[in-house]
């Protein structure tokens, strides 16, 4: 990795930075595609390897650093919303069931970047594709008819991402996904 001789100037006016001020774990979920693709274009899959694991292991701890503050502060942050008891119940039961599972997501964004740098921008597709609408309309519909419960349909946010994430795992530890980059 070299520094740049020629940096990109900074905006004057920093409201132009958008959510630039906010370090989150998207940067880690968008950053991996751009990072990886010309780093596996010139054949460096050793930091490929090292860049995904970092990658990962800041998203994941961020996702979930963000899921345990939503969990514990979910009252307050609903009542900037709403102050209905209805609302409230709803909300906090919603965060509860979801919440501690955002490192399935994250993951899930992560595994998507590093492989569409890859120049497999099919599979993340596909996966997301099957997982999150195919599995998830096809679970709450079935479910929910036998179950008349909202919790089976906050519960189906995890489940998706806990599939898409084996998906992903499944793929990347079998498939050679590195070493048959095209440009």
């Not at 460096?44 to 979930?64: D, S």
């Not at 489940?159 to 530890?173: D, E, G, K």
């Amino acid at each position: 990795v070299t520094l740049t001789t020629n940096p990109k100037k900074k905006p004057e006016d920093e409201s132009k930075l958008g959510f630039g001020k906010i370090f989150t774990d998207h940067m880690f979920f968008n950053g991996t595609y751009h990072i990886y693709k010309p780093e596996l274009g010139a054949g460096q899959t050793g930091r490929v390897k090292k860049g995904a694991c970092f990658g990962i292991a800041c998203g994941l701890g961020l996702a979930e650093l963000i899921g345990v503050i939503v969990f514990i502060f979910i009252p307050q942050l609903v009542r900037l919303f709403d102050s209905h008891a209805a609302v409230m119940d709803y909300g906090i039961l919603q965060a509860h069931t979801e919440s501690l599972f955002y490192f399935l997501l994250a993951f899930s964004h992560i595994a998507a970047g590093i492989l569409r740098g890859a120049g497999r921008s099919a599979v993340p597709m596909f996966v997301m594709l099957a997982c999150w609408c195919i599995i998830r309309i096809t679970y709450v519909t079935i479910v929910t008819g036998i179950i008349p419960k909202i919790q089976v349909v906050f519960w189906a946010y995890p489940i998706t991402w806990s599939l898409s994430s084996i998906v992903f795992l499944f793929y990347m530890f079998k498939v050679d996904w590195m070493h048959k980059y095209t440009a």
